[in-house]
């Protein structure tokens, strides 16, 4: 039987598989404006991270401010590839039937963008009424803020709750909130999550057995 009560999940990377789609969009956006980047710098420096931060190193990168309307621009295209392309991660609609225990996710992106993308693959049944954006308190990772509320919300404390991640800005952020935090690394390019988890897996099958 598991020791935690609650499970936080972050949504993109660990219940839908948004991360490839999300950054490839960021790319393209990025390298309109002169960036000249890839896939594999997007997942160095963008994946976890908040839209602020993502559009600063692109300023940084073309020596100039990025358009105003930049944001607006990566949400309608996501938008568009997510309706698309996007598919829950495997396994995790196994997994979620199958939870003893409270559970609830809490991510870095708009609440509508959750709601999205957890319509899209089915999974927004399981998370209604329990989700949390950092966009509602204006606190982004690696700020634990929104793993902190999420916590309170559902009534415990962080020592009760797991939280499950896929980027090393969302581990830390849950270490600093004194939560354990299993890093789920089948998109883990770096090759960093295992330095700072309390534990990794690479399958939802994987986590239920850590669970178990």
Known sequence: MSKYKCIIFDCDGVLVDSEPLSNQVMVDLAN?????????YAYQHFKGNSFYN????ISALIGKE????????????SSEKFKAEIKPIQGIKELLDTLKVHYCVASSGPEHKINLNLELTGLFPYFEGKIFSCYTIQKWKPDPAVFLWAARTMGFNPKECLVIEDSLIGVEA????????????AHDYMNELHKDATKTFDSMIQLKELLN
Do not use: H
């Not at 990025?66 to 295209?77: F, S």
């Open 32 to 40: 309109e404006l002169g960036a000249n980047i890839d896939l594999d």
């Open 54 to 57: 993502c559009s600063n190193k």
């Open 66 to 77: 990025v358009p105003k309307d930049l944001e607006l621009q990566y949400r309608q295209r």
């Open 174 to 185: 849950a270490l600093k909130g004194g939560f354990d935090v299993f890093g789920f690394t």
